[in-house]
């Protein structure tokens, strides 16, 4: 499976180093400067060329929308490293139960992921063990009744 990462910026296509440092496992990387013309018509340039985008489609979450460039339509689903990271732990839209988010209750730093990729895991058991100096130690827990991971 080849793995995509197309950047949009607003005239930040510059400040792009550290970001594009970070995708070194990317196949291939776009990155595109989006000029907004309306709430929902951009002008996209790549390459010193540009065309014209509109979104015609946007699911209620933000994370699909349906654009048009130049008269075909594009599907495209935005991932941010959160959803990627959940995505990993086989909390993607593959999964019988779809958890958008884990929220972890304070800032901190996760110290163990406690489950395994397709381990079944119940309400309340360990998920993850998550440090933050307000709250010293705190174990993140599954909220919602069993699901596979």
Partial sequence: MKVSAVIITCNEAHNLRKTLNQL?????IVVVDAIQKSPVEFILL???RSVNATVVDCDASGKKISVEVDGEIYEVEIMDELDQMLDVMGFGIAATKQIKEIKAPMPGMVLE???????????????LHLFAE???DRQIELPEARRSL
């Fill in 46 to 48: 790549m390459d010193h």
């Fill in 24 to 28: 070194y496992w990317c196949d291939e």
């Fill in 113 to 127: 992921i406690a489950v395994t990729d397709g381990q079944e895991v119940a309400e309340g058991e360990k998920v």
């Fill in 134 to 136: 307000s709250y010293k």
